[in-house]
């Protein structure tokens, strides 16, 4: 007899927390949530992706001479990475990656270095440093260092 006044009396008790719950009270957002509801609500509740998150959409572009030379292939940036694939260009004494705004040697001098590139290997990867944000640039430039001229360029896609 005392399980069943027990079993009535929690029956009870949970039916009206539902309906409680249920609720539409206009004054229910003015009250403290317990840590019990909290941690229902928030279960409940879909997951949101931060306001600031990288992005990790590809960039691409494809190569073209400039200058007389010959240049060729593909770049994609993913992150910090860029790959580039099929590429080929004319053969330089010190050829580099640059990350610029443009293709003059201005442009080239106020980019970002990413390294030495091989002229005959079709693929070749670059890591763009810390602190450096490809956002900020709309070309990769293959320059020559020691001539201090620009063989060519791909034109990132955004």
Do not use: W
Not at 60 to 80: C, E, H, S
């Amino acid at each position: 007899m005392r399980a069943s006044h027990l079993t009535g009396a929690v029956a009870t008790v949970v039916l009206g927390l539902a309906l409680t719950a249920c609720g539409g009270s206009k004054d229910m957002a003015a009250e403290p949530m317990t840590s019990t509801g909290a941690a229902s609500m928030s279960m409940s509740m879909p997951m949101s992706m931060p306001m600031s998150a990288p992005s990790t959409a590809a960039v691409t572009g494809m190569f073209a001479g400039l200058n007389g030379k010959n240049v060729a292939g593909t770049a994609t940036i993913t992150g910090d990475a860029v790959e580039l694939t099929g590429f080929s260009s004319d053969e330089g004494p010190d050829l580099h990656l640059y990350l610029a705004k443009g293709t003059t040697e201005a442009d080239v001098k106020g980019g970002v270095r990413l390294g030495a590139i091989a002229y005959d290997k079709a693929a070749q990867r670059f890591t763009i440093p810390a602190g450096v944000s490809s956002a900020e640039y709309t070309h990769l430039v293959v320059h020559c260092d020691k001539a201090l001229a620009v063989f060519g360029a791909a034109q990132l896609g955004r």
